[in-house]
């Protein structure tokens, strides 16, 4: 069993593992212990890893089968893996905006690993927010009433048409006409399968409305939970190097990709986990 170090970097969420590397230290006692530092964490950090595409991918199969993207190419040899590049001259960037990754699939991913490939030196950083402490932080009264509400999640948003995923230069997407019908429904509060605990489970990227409610109250209500899920308290924020990883769980944390380095380029690499259906 290797040895390595957890460090906790802010009172919300997020870890620092030290200690390890990531392509040769996979023995089951470690796996085993990273899934656990995970389900308490949230993200999980890792720097200087010396990582391609095929490592990353083994690395991600010791947690669970890896996902695709249905609505983004992927790369040529490995169609697991998705290269979330930024070009200098982009307007947008991919996974800007505060969001959980896929919500639009009835059984939306377990969780990311993303790898620094190229990274500009200044700007560029990650926030995440944790999901869990925004439901504790709410009121008695509010948890009560949003206990049996249903969202109603959908791609359209940021692949249909104009949606902001596809105003990239950089990124190509795919299947628009299945975007625009992409409908699905999950819980506005979700169980965590592996701790129990209740995160708040709807996010500005992909969350269309709240079922069974009038417009007007669905982005009323919608609009309280986009702004309380961020709130400072319940974030930490990640400076990329190259060769740095985060891992984050998609059941319980949103992140935000921050565009401040326009002119500069950006590339990353990104696979999934599949997860289950939210309850």
């Not at 925004?134 to 009264?141: E, F, G, H, V």
């Not at 699905?184 to 409305?209: C, D, M, Q, S, Y």
Request: proline share 5%.
């Amino acid at each position: 069993m290797s040895v390595f170090t957890i460090t906790p970097v802010t009172g919300a969420l997020g870890a620092v593992v030290e200690g390890i590397d990531l392509v040769r230290d996979l023995d089951d006692d470690t796996v085993a212990r990273l899934r656990a530092a995970f389900n308490e964490n949230h993200v999980l950090f890792f720097r200087d890893q010396a990582m391609g595409p095929a490592d990353q991918v083994a690395f991600g199969r010791r947690f669970g089968p890896l996902g695709s993207h249905p609505y983004v190419e992927a790369n040529r040899e490995f169609p697991e893996v998705l290269d979330l590049i930024t070009e200098p001259d982009d307007r947008v960037n991919f996974g800007g905006g505060w969001h959980s990754d896929v919500t639009f699939l009835e059984e939306p991913d377990l969780g990311s690993i993303l790898y620094a490939v190229d990274v500009p030196p200044v700007g560029g950083d990650t926030l995440f927010a944790n999901q869990e402490a925004a439901y504790d932080a709410l009121s008695p009264t509010m948890q009560e009433m949003l206990a049996p509400l249903v969202a109603i999640h959908s791609a359209g948003k940021q692949y249909a048409g104009a949606g902001y995923s596809r105003q990239s230069k950089a990124m190509i997407t795919k299947n628009a006409d299945l975007a625009a019908d992409s409908d699905v429904e999950h819980p506005v509060i979700r169980t965590h399968p592996e701790t129990g605990r209740k995160a708040l489970f709807v996010n500005r990227a992909h969350t269309a409305r709240i079922k069974g409610m009038h417009a007007g109250e669905s982005e009323a209500l919608l609009e309280f939970l986009y702004s309380h899920a961020v709130k400072e308290r319940f974030t930490c924020r990640f400076q990329w190097q190259s060769g740095s990883v985060a891992m984050w769980d998609n059941r319980s944390v949103q992140h935000h990709a921050i565009h401040d380095y326009k002119g500069q380029r950006r590339q990353m690499r990104r696979i999934t986990i599949q997860g289950d259906r939210p309850v």
